[in-house]
């Protein structure tokens, strides 16, 4: 049970960006031929206060997402009375920052490299009584110098990275997460990406999750098989400071 959202400007601002991204999403379900309901949202809350997430949980979102362990941290612990809200750390996660976010994430979107699965695992088999679900985050760019800004690993490091989570007993491979490249199309993107996502399912049959879309390309990831796109400005509205 949540509360009645509370009854104010803000929340009939964020009910209607919340409807408009919902249609959205259900259009582009209806386009790919693929069931309504298949696809989660997560509402990425970053730099907006937890009276927004507050918001958000009480008009049915049950997913939240955040960048910044800083900002992240406090938040969570302000709304731990949310028992059913699930908490995604979808950004770049440096390893001092582990021993944190294990308490608080049900779900970190960006792991890219050895040294974090090995670092989480441990930080995790510390702190939790069941598994913290784990995607690897595949890099999209075509441009390496690019590709080293954003973070992720290469698609033909994918498989070796996966088989590392996989076996680690304090994490659980849910699958990939993307962020499409910076000023190209996301469809061709994300047609990559579902091929590294198949690749993966083959070895990993239980590893369906797949992370992609934002509030400029969630139709794309959507035609492409995103199981979760990650929202901010469509629902919340324009971020005062660029965060990465
Ligand atoms: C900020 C952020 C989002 C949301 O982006 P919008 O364009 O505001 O929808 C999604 N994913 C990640 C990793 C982010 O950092």
Redesign the pocket.
Known sequence: MTADPPDDARTAEIAGNLAAVRDRIAAACAAAARPAGQVTLIA?T?TFPAADVRRLAALGVTDV?E?RDQEARPKAAELADLTALRWHF??RLQRNKVNHVVHYADVV??VDRPELVTALAAAAERVRDRPLDALVQVNLDTDPDEAAHRGGAIPDAVPALADLVAASPALRLAGLMA?APLGADAGPAFARLAEVAATLRADHPAAVMLSAG???DLEAAVRYGATHV?????LLGG?ARP??
């Open positions: 990425v970053k997402g960048n979808v950004g979107h960006a962020i934002m509030s400029a990650r929202v901010g400005t469509a971020r965060v990465g």
